[in-house]
């Protein structure tokens, strides 16, 4: 069963779509999803190429148990087009200011051809002086002729066109030159679309004026404008007007200094510059006001070079004196006035120092520091007054316990689970289970501890002289966490759980969290013919759920007959995982067959309970056994006999065949469909009708056995068929399954959320925004829009006047139409030729290849840890694990080669096209494509295995 979460969820694709994650964000009001939820949002957003499943299980997972919104890893890769032979120019991105719009549009709209240099090697021939050598040499000099290379620049003429311009800043990459080997690759995105490989410039591309290229990257060598022509690249150089802020070294004043640009640079934005002002932390009410401010900045922009302005206003001189809450302590602050602001009135100050009448003033101390700050050049300062006594704390309170704590061992056991568990609650990263001393069971409203009284410590005494009385001691200190309620001094539990305890240092530590036992319940039918097992999880760190457990409730309810060992074990296991189990068969009793033969079922059906399972052809339903064999006797499972001389017994219809296998008579379907016990008699239901629509109201459908549907199929509906499906009337944006055939009478609206699946034919009158996949052939009669198809058979016209507009087709042996595309030009990819199942397998193996190679080097991590530890037996059991994992990629690599060989066989197709096939069409086969440019009629379209190429003939021929 699929985990279901609550919340909304997004798909997140990147710019290149060449990858997607999901973004869930929890909430409990919202409708349930389930894993097939995410597979038909991506469908929904177009992503139907690099869907990774286990990526999207593991979402699911993630999903189910977050508490907050969480991002999926990418579940969806595509991959991307790689150049070929030849220089490839990969350029940044040409973007510039939207304030620099006016100057961006006037350069591109400049018509002068640039200065374009070429260097050439040439020889040149210049006169040379030498001395004459040798023995009967005067050693005079003479003159004489030399060939020498040097590097000559010539002009070039390029076309002064200009494509593109872009704001660059000095040393800023505008260019970075590829050089590519092979042939080129196109690459695919996850929608499907092919990406075509970037196509290499022929001849030489140039840099110009302020372009330097260095190794293989082209680089700005001032601020300015970058013009892209056909083959050439050159800067004209502007600069932006520059700012910047400083504080005064008194920090009371705030400076902006503006560096003048290019005359036609626009100001600097106000909004950037206030903000900038905002975040050094100044008074609002020291700096000027926003419109002074913006006459200052232009001012500097018209002037030249740089300039300076005081962003503070004039401030006046003033005190204050500071007494802090008990009047133990109290302070002068002074501060100088500046600008044209008023001076500071010492005078003033000290009066008001003199008028506190504080106990022990030392008058001839604070009027020196007066003195000294008014003869300094600081602007402010904070002059000491005088300190009273300040009272002391008496003893902290006390925490007086008030439970009953567990056993020593059953607290290890406990903490043993704990440390084998993720822990949900965040209390566990600064109080872990390691730190637990203590546990206690405890009751929801159960007293936990509470405080004791206070104590009074030491008066103190204020700076006026005035007595302070002591102050009661400290409460303890306490780190209580969860699911504990404090009130008027008791602790009291908010749940029922376990009560967590710790003190270090007189630092106490607690926290209540849940913990309960995992709970089995057993069910008897009511005819004793077997027993069913139910279990909920543990809660926290109780006692989760173990075959020993198991077997105990079972003796509990009575059930002493027919136990499923293998069950046991199997739920067992689901229970230490903490899985949710319901009703899962334990044990099953044996009933009376008719005539001289004894019952026991192999698929779990009953009477007078379940008494429907689906079935396959051929799929075992029962063991029988002849009367008077210890196997032939009827039983429950309670351990009673029921067989008797005058049972009746239960009696087979036709579709249930008797065998003889290796002596054991066995009863095995003998058609595909619903196993049905009722009235004493067993038969198999081949087939589901229902009349009417099917909606929310009457739910999904599920039948082992062909279904037939006389009215339509909602949206938001899944129908799965084990044989062949119809749906008389329209299919809307619901999910549709069937092992066999599909036949829709009237066709599908999709809203690009619908999927039909089938394991043979579809046969539909027309489908919008659908996705389709059918392993045989897909059947349409008047239009197939904006849809997905993957069909590994032929998708056939019943009429000559079929449309096909929008979409992507993949179409093994080809398709016949009416009319592919519209006169709009809209987009409608096709690919032939190649078996397209196989397509999917190479991805699914690739994506395997890639998560090997993802866990091997955290594998050679380990090792290297394990080497450093000398943990031979954790070494040897990595050493083993990489080996493995070495084999399996090398198994999987070879697998991956012969898909891909077998991908690259082509299979007999063609494109049959009655009437018009419009510009906008691609065909696509063997890595081959062909875009249609002009309008084509009554043609075939064909891959030219001898060429390799896609090519189009007259239909007539």
């Known amino acids: 069963m699929s985990e279901e979460f609550r919340g909304s969820l997004k798909v997140e694709i990147d710019k290149d779509g060449l990858s997607a994650k999901i973004h869930f964000t929890p909430r409990d009001s919202a409708d349930p999803y389930t894993l097939d939820s995410l597979k038909d949002l991506l469908a929904a957003e177009g992503v139907v190429h690099g869907i990774d499943q286990e990526k999207l299980e593991e979402a699911a997972r993630e999903f189910a148990e977050s508490m907050e919104p969480y991002l999926s890893d990418v579940v969806a890769s595509g991959e991307p087009a790689r150049p070929g032979s030849g220089e490839t120019y990969n350029f940044s991105e040409f973007k510039y200011p939207s ?13 002068k051809a640039p200065l374009i240099y070429d260097t050439i090697r040439v020889t040149v021939t210049r006169d040379k002086r030498v001395k004459d050598k040798g023995l009967f040499k005067s050693g005079k000099e003479k003159i004489v002729s030399v060939e020498e290379e040097e590097d000559k620049k010539i002009r070039v003429d390029v076309s002064p066109a200009v494509k593109e311009v872009g704001f660059f800043k000095k040393g800023d990459v505008v260019c970075t030159v590829v050089t590519g080997t092979g042939e080129p690759s196109d690459g695919k995105d996850i929608k499907g679309n092919v990406l075509k490989a970037p196509t290499a410039i022929e001849g030489t591309f140039y840099p110009g004026r302020n372009i330097k290229r260095e190794k293989t990257e082209f680089i700005a060598e001032e601020d300015g404008f970058v013009r892209k022509g056909e083959n050439w690249l050159d800067l004209i150089p502007f600069k932006n007007h520059s700012w910047s802020l400083r504080v005064s070294d008194n920090k009371m004043d705030c400076y902006i200094d503006i560096v003048a640009g290019h005359k036609s640079a626009p100001p600097p934005d106000m909004g950037d510059v206030m903000q900038a002002v905002r975040k050094l932390s100044l008074p ?50 002074l501060y100088k006035g500046s600008g044209s602001g008023r001076a500071l009135n010492l005078k003033q100050a000290w009066a008001r120092v003199v008028e506190l009448k504080i106990a022990g003033f030392e008058a001839e101390r604070v009027k020196k520091e007066i003195l000294d700050f008014n003869n300094s050049q600081e602007k402010e300062v904070t002059i000491f007054l005088a300190r009273g006594e300040d009272p002391r704390r008496g003893d902290d309170r006390e925490i007086v316990l008030e439970t009953e704590y567990l056993p020593d061992e059953e607290v290890e056991t406990i903490k043993g689970r704990l440390r084998g568990k993720q822990q949900s609650l965040s209390s566990f990263k600064d109080f872990p289970a390691e730190g637990i001393e203590k546990m206690a069971l405890v009751t929801r409203g159960s007293k936990l501890f509470h405080i004791g009284q206070q104590k009074g410590g030491k008066d103190g005494k204020d700076i006026f002289g005035n007595v302070i009385k002591g102050i009661e001691g400290n409460d303890p200190i306490l780190n209580v966490y969860e699911n504990i309620s404090i009130q008027e001094g008791v602790a009291t539990s908010k749940i029922d ?26 069910s008897v039918s009511d005819n004793g013919m077997s027993a069913t097992l139910s279990f909920l999880p543990p809660h926290g760190s109780g006692n989760p759920v173990s075959a020993d457990r198991i077997r105990e409730a079972l003796e509990e309810n009575g059930v002493v007959k027919g136990i499923l060992e293998d069950e046991i074990e199997r739920l067992s296991a689901l229970g230490a995982e903490e899985k949710i189990v319901t009703d899962q068969l334990i044990a099953q009793g044996q009933i009376p067959f008719q005539g001289e033969q004894a019952l026991k079922f192999l698929v779990d059906i009953e009477p007078g309970k379940k008494n429907t399972v689906p079935v396959e052809e051929g799929d075992l339903v029962a063991e029988l056994g002849k009367k008077g064999e210890a196997s032939s006797v009827g039983f429950n499972v ?3 006999e029921l067989y008797s001389e005058g049972d009746k017994g239960i009696e087979r219809e036709k579709n249930i065949l008797e065998e003889n296998r290796d002596g054991q008579l066995v009863l095995k379907a003998g058609v595909k469909g619903l196993l049905c016990l009722e009235n004493d008699r067993i ?43 119809t749906v008389m009337e329209v299919v809307e944006a619901a999910l549709l399954s069937a092992g066999g055939n599909i036949m829709i009478g009237k066709g599908v ?67 016949s139409a009416g009319t592919l595309g519209s006169e709009r030009e809209v987009k409608t990819h096709i690919s032939f030729g190649q078996d397209y199942l196989v397509e999917d397998q190479i991805n699914v193996v690739t994506r395997e290849i890639e998560k090997i190679n993802e866990q091997l080097p955290e594998i050679d991590s380990q090792l290297v840890l394990a080497e450093e530890k000398r943990n031979q037996k954790r070494l040897m059991a990595l050493r083993r694990k990489k080996v493995q994992m070495l084999k399996i990629l090398e198994k999987k690599g070879i697998k991956n080669f012969f898909l891909k060989e077998k991908f690259e066989i082509h299979h007999e197709s063609e494109i049959r096209v009655n009437h018009e096939i419009y510009p906008g069409v691609i065909f696509e086969s063997h890595g081959r494509s062909l875009e249609i440019k002009e309008k084509l009629t009554s043609v075939i379209v064909f891959f030219d295995s001898s060429s390799g190429k896609i090519k189009t003939k007259p239909l007539s021929s």
Do not use: W
């Open 99 to 111: 304030n620099l719009q006016k100057v961006a549009d006037k350069i591109l709209s400049m018509n």
């Open 284 to 333: 609002e009410e020291s700096l000027l006001d926003e419109n002074h401010i913006r006459k200052l900045i232009l001012s500097g922009c018209r002037s030249e070079g740089a300039q300076s302005f005081c962003l503070t206003r004039d401030r006046d001189g003033s005190f204050e004196i500071e007494i802090n809450s008990l009047k133990t302590e109290a302070n002068l602050h």
């Open 497 to 522: 759980g376990i009560l967590d305890y710790s003190c270090k240092e007189m630092v106490y530590s607690l926290r209540v969290r849940e913990h309960q036992d995992a709970k089995i319940v057993v």
């Open 638 to 640: 309670l351990g009673e």
């Open 683 to 725: 038969y198999i239901k081949e087939k589901q009708t229902i009349r009417g629509d099917v909606s929310r109201t009457t739910g999904n459908i599920q039948f082992p056995g062909s279904v037939a549907i006389s009215g339509s199929v909602l949206s938001g509906i899944f129908v799965n068929a084990g044989k062949d499906l």
């Open 749 to 815: 609206k999709g809203d690009r959320k619908a999927v039909l699946r089938a394991g043979g034919s579809i046969s539909l009158g027309f489908a919008e925004a659908t996705n389709i996949m059918v392993s045989d052939i897909l059947k349409v009669k008047k239009a197939l829009m904006n849809s997905i198809v993957k069909c590994n058979g032929k998708l056939v016209s019943e009429t000559e006047d079929t449309k096909i507009i929008g979409g992507n087709l993949k179409v093994k042996n080809g398709l």
